[in-house]
């Protein structure tokens, strides 16, 4: 239960570096995160609270800073592409092209979407690999409290 904890606090953070990486196509419905999720920075690992909490070495910064820098571009290159599937399939829609071409382009966007996913989980699992059993317990807990302090607050109901 711990492991899948921390794992989905990490994919939260693949999650931050995918904020603004696509435009969901005109027939899908908007991802956004729930108003209460609040990510921690982006780069953590570079963060003077979160490297003095969970007592990262330099040696382990600069290692996650790499596995970060050298996932970035193919982040970012399939991110591009499932912009561009996603226009398409946006278009062919509006156009109302037919159900078989319709259905082929949106092979086509969810095959891009599952590789930028499986490129941004290979990321978290390599920047985990750095971190000690201690200091991945510590950084989940360090995530929650970051989440908490930095939840927005939700206005009450009927006032």
Not at 2 to 8: G, H, L, N, P, V
Not at 73 to 101: C, F, I, Y
């Amino acid at each position: 239960m711990e492991s899948f904890r921390f794992r989905r606090l990490l994919l939260a953070l693949g999650i931050c570096l995918m904020l603004g990486f696509g435009t969901p196509a005109a027939a899908q419905i908007p991802r956004t995160p729930p108003p209460s999720f609040v990510p921690p920075p982006i780069t953590w690992w570079k963060d003077a609270q979160f490297v003095k909490e969970l007592g990262l070495t330099t040696e382990q910064s600069s290692k996650i800073d790499m596995v970060f820098q050298t996932a970035l571009p193919r982040l970012t290159h399939k991110r591009d592409e499932l912009n561009e599937q996603e226009s398409e399939l946006s278009r062919l829609v509006e156009t109302d092209a037919g159900e078989t071409l319709i259905g082929r382009q949106s092979d086509k966007v969810e095959a891009v979407r599952a590789l930028l996913n499986k490129s941004r989980t290979l990321m978290i699992v390599h920047m985990r690999d750095a971190l000690t059993p201690d200091q991945r317990i510590k950084f989940k807990a360090l995530t929650e409290q970051w989440n908490s302090d930095h939840r927005p607050a939700t206005p009450q109901r009927g006032t």
